[in-house]
Nanobody, 124 residues
Framework: QFEFVESGGGLVQPGGSLRLSCAAT????????IAWFRQASGKEREGVLC????????IYKDSYKGRFTISRDNANKLVALQMNSLKNEDSAIYYC?????????????????WGKGTLVTVSS
């Protein structure tokens, strides 16, 4: 069972943008921190960004700074990941996840809830 539904992935050229969305199903996500993870082919899953229930944002790698932003719409139980200036190395499956609490973590082992993921391919 997957508690989140991700959408917005696809094929984009280097330098382009994508906006991913994460929709909660039945969880009370307005009280939860929500994170985006990604997993490239042959690599481990890694944390990208997280947003707490209060709107504080955490970013887990310098390479995302200035390019990726996270936002949430609690009324509609949505969390978005805006990705700009995409690079080939950003190609991965992007997952929405939550610890099931108010605190953020960039470690996949701390996540209690997951989505199935959405594929992002950056290629010319």
């Amino acid at each position: 069972q997957f508690e989140f539904v991700e959408s917005g992935g696809g094929l984009v050229q280097p330098g382009g943008s994508l906006r991913l969305s994460c929709a909660a199903t039945e969880l009370p996500t307005d009280a939860y921190a929500i994170a985006w993870f990604r997993q490239a082919s042959g690599k481990e899953r890694e944390g990208v960004l997280c947003i707490t229930s209060g709107g504080e944002r955490l970013i887990y790698k310098d390479s995302y700074k200035g390019r990726f932003t996270i936002s949430r719409d609690n009324a509609n139980k949505l969390v978005a990941l805006q990705m700009n200036s995409l690079k080939n190395e950003d190609s991965a499956i992007y997952y929405c996840a939550s610890t099931g609490s108010f605190w953020c973590s960039g470690q996949s082992r701390d996540m209690r809830y997951w989505g199935k993921g959405t594929l992002v391919t950056v290629s010319s």
